[in-house]
C-alpha cells in the first residue's frame, strides 16, 4: 500500500510546511530549513485534528493490507513472466546473465528478494536498472555490471566470479571478463548480508 499524498498545509512564497501520514504509521513535518521550533510546534498543534483523523485512518488502512509474501513464497515466482519454468529448475549457487537495464519495472525489493529465494548467487548484466541496483545492495544480493560478460556467455557455461576483484571467468569458454569491483561500502554491506544487518553490526561495534 502506497504512502498517502503529503498533505500541504501552508504555503507562501518564502516557506512551504506540510504534514504526511507515512504507510507505517508516522507522522512526518516537511518544514525549509529556516522554519523555527516554535513555529514547526504551532503547525503541528493547530493541525492537530487533520493529524488524528488521517493518522486513523491509515492504521485502518495498514491492518486491512494482505500480509508481505515470503521469501520463499516470492522465489516460486522468479522469472516466471520469461520462462515459467525457471524456479523449478535453478539450482542452488547459479548465476543469472541478463542484458541492458536488468530488473526495470520493479520500485520494490521483491524482485532481488525472488532471484535471492530461489538459489541464484549472482546476476550479471550489461546495467542494471537503478532502484533494482539499490534493493540488491540492501538486501546483501551481489550484482555486477560488465557488457562484455553479458554479451558473450551463453546459457548452460560454467561461470566463477571473484567479486573482490570483479574477474568474471567463463570457465566453459576459457574467456575472462572485467566488471568493476565492489567499492569497500558496498562489499561490507553484502558481506554482512544486507543494510539493515551492516548497520546493526556497526551499532554493536560502537558500544
Keep these: 500500500m502506497a504512502a498517502m ?9 518564502r516557506k512551504t510546511l506540510a504534514l504526511e501520514i507515512t504507510r507505517d504509521c508516522r507522522v512526518v513535518v516537511r518544514a525549509p530549513l529556516r522554519a523555527s521550533r516554535s513555529q514547526i510546534d504551532i503547525f503541528v498543534r493547530a493541525h492537530a485534528d487533520w493529524i488524528a483523523k488521517h493518522l486513523e485512518a491509515q492504521r485502518r488502512r495498514a491492518q486491512l493490507a494482505p500480509p508481505a509474501p515470503s521469501p520463499e513464497e ?4 522468479c522469472m516466471e513472466d520469461i520462462d515459467p519454468t525457471f524456479a523449478s529448475r535453478v539450482k542452488p549457487g547459479e548465476i543469472i546473465v541478463g542484458g541492458a537495464n536488468f530488473g526495470c519495472g520493479s520500485s520494490r525489493e521483491h524482485a532481488p528478494i525472488a532471484i535471492q529465494a530461489a538459489g541464484v548467487s ?7 536498472a537503478r532502484i533494482f541496483y539499490r534493493n540488491a545492495i540492501n538486501i546483501g ?13 551463453a546459457e548452460g557455461d560454467v561461470v566463477s566470479v571473484d567479486f573482490s576483484s570483479g574477474t568474471i571467468t567463463d570457465e566453459t569458454t576459457g574467456a575472462r571478463f572485467q566488471a568493476t ?3 569497500e561500502f558496498i ?4 558481506e554482512k548480508g544486507g543494510l539493515l544487518p551492516y548497520l546493526k553490526a556497526r551499532q554493536e561495534a560502537q558500544k
Design 122 to 128: 549472482c546476476v550479471i548484466a550489461a546495467s542494471f
Design 141 to 153: 544480493f551481489p550484482i555486477l555490471e560488465c557488457p562484455e560478460a553479458a554479451a558473450a556467455i
Design 74 to 77: 516470492l522465489a516460486k515466482h
Design 5 to 13: 499524498e503529503p498533505y500541504e498545509l501552508i504555503r507562501s512564497r
Design 181 to 183: 569491483a565492489f567499492p
Design 187 to 190: 562489499a561490507r554491506i553484502i
